[in-house]
């Protein structure tokens, strides 16, 4: 009876130890699920608890503290104090439990992302020139170097890099390489979308008969290119330099030369402006053609063209008229028509008539 009774209470004790290891796994399996599972590389925010020499501890919500390198925080010197909240990331965990922490490598992933977010977003930045370096710059974004190429930097091609180290330059990142961790930023492409701006709020506000101020660019043969500022430019052509004919600009304008220029014509769709210069000098030629110009009238005039189809006679500055070939006088002596007509020759003409409209006058010779 005894042995049974003592059997008897061993089973009850048996039993009892096995329901408590059973709650105490239900307990250590509940306390688990409340902490948080790290692994390599986790970004996490911690709280300084405690400040040693060498290390700091960090409360991130593991089980232990985890331990953070003082060396890191000297070097961007930053003074840490208890219970402050810092970023940092999980750089190792080791076969004891113990988490090593990283703060400079979780502020180099939080730069990535913002700069990542940024370019996704197509932000506008601020950078900080850095150095120089061959074909560009080296700037700072989010404590991150990237490469600002010299053709990003400004419109025109810049002369000195140098000029700009340390300066505060904004742009936008126009491209990322994840694999090499490449950045390329560029300034010059928020000056394009500025002067794009500025050109279509000028180009708006131009119409026919303005009087604008413009630099010469570029002279060809058939006109000359002007620089209206804002990347706008406007073509003045030959035939609107002068009332006077003339064989090539560059014998009424000079190139860099900056005057006022007449708005002939604007299309907003091209952005392109027609100028002219001789419409804003006085034209008499209505007075002049009524005064001298008379039907049947034999002036005194100057060859100042051969052409194909005849000889153009400057009767009066600027004042052109056309002796046809067939009104030509044909010579029965021995001084040959070659000689005759040369330009800077003196000629008597008769006028035979007059187009207002078109500016034109015609002249005869044979009946002289």
């Known amino acids: 009876m005894n042995f049974e009774r003592g059997e008897s209470i061993m089973n009850k004790e048996d039993l009892n130890n096995q329901i408590k290891s059973k709650e105490k796994i239900k307990i250590i399996k509940l306390?688990?699920?409340?902490?948080?599972?790290?692994?390599?590389?986790?970004?996490?925010?911690?709280?300084?608890?405690?400040?040693?020499?060498?290390?700091?501890?960090?409360?991130?919500?593991?089980?232990?503290?985890?331990?953070?390198?003082?060396k890191e925080l000297q070097i961007l010197k930053i003074k840490p104090r208890i219970n402050d909240l810092i970023d940092v990331i999980v750089e190792k965990l080791d076969?004891?439990?113990?988490?090593?922490?990283?703060?400079?490598?979780?502020?180099?992933?939080?730069?990535?992302?913002?700069?990542?977010?940024?370019?996704r977003r197509n932000e506008l930045v601020s950078f900080l020139?850095?150095?120089?370096?061959?074909?560009?710059?080296?700037?700072?974004?989010?404590?991150?170097?990237?490469?600002?190429?010299?053709?990003?930097?400004?419109?025109?091609?810049?002369?000195?890099?140098?000029?700009?180290?340390?300066?505060i330059l904004i742009g936008k990142i126009?491209?990322?390489?994840?694999?090499?961790?490449?950045?390329?930023?560029?300034?010059k492409i928020i000056i394009e979308k500025q002067k794009i701006?500025?050109?279509?709020?000028?180009?708006?506000?131009?119409?026919?008969?303005i009087i604008v101020e413009g630099v010469v660019k570029n002279i060809t043969n058939?006109?000359?290119?002007?620089?209206?500022?804002?990347?706008?430019?406007?073509?003045?052509?030959?035939?609107?330099?002068s009332w006077q004919r003339i064989k090539h600009p560059v014998e009424k304008i000079n190139l860099g030369?900056?005057?006022?220029?007449?708005?002939?014509?604007?299309?907003?769709?091209?952005?392109?402006?027609q100028l002219g210069i001789k419409q804003m000098i006085i034209d008499n030629w209505k007075s002049v053609i009524k005064q001298i110009l008379v039907s049947g009238k034999i002036i005194k005039g100057k060859i100042k063209v051969l052409i194909k189809f005849g000889i153009l006679v400057e009767i009066y500055p600027f004042f052109e008229g056309l002796l046809h070939k067939k009104e030509e006088f044909k010579f029965h002596y021995k001084i040959s028509q070659k000689q005759r007509f040369?330009?800077?020759?003196?000629?008597?003409?008769?006028?035979?008539?007059?187009?207002?409209?078109?500016?034109?006058i015609y002249f005869s010779f044979k009946i002289i």
């Open 31 to 70: 306390y688990s699920y409340t902490i948080p599972k790290l692994e390599k590389y986790d970004l996490k925010k911690g709280r300084i608890l405690k400040i040693k020499d060498k290390i700091i501890l960090i409360d991130i919500g593991f089980k232990y503290d985890c331990i953070l390198s003082k």
């Open 342 to 360: 040369q330009i800077g020759n003196a000629i008597n003409i008769l006028i035979l008539g007059s187009k207002l409209k078109h500016k034109k």
């Open 174 to 187: 126009v491209n990322i390489n994840k694999t090499t961790k490449n950045i390329v930023v560029s300034h």
């Open 222 to 241: 058939y006109g000359c290119f002007v620089d209206l500022g804002c990347s706008l430019d406007g073509l003045c052509h030959i035939s609107d330099i």
């Open 197 to 209: 701006k500025i050109k279509a709020l000028i180009i708006s506000n131009l119409n026919k008969g």
């Open 257 to 273: 030369e900056r005057r006022n220029f007449l708005i002939l014509s604007v299309d907003r769709h091209r952005k392109r402006v």
């Open 95 to 119: 076969y004891k439990g113990k988490c090593f922490l990283s703060y400079i490598k979780a502020n180099k992933i939080k730069s990535w992302h913002r700069l990542n977010e940024a370019y």
């Open 129 to 167: 020139v850095l150095s120089r370096t061959k074909g560009g710059l080296i700037v700072s974004l989010y404590n991150i170097e990237c490469f600002l190429p010299g053709s990003q930097i400004e419109y025109k091609k810049v002369p000195n890099f140098d000029y700009y180290v340390g300066k």
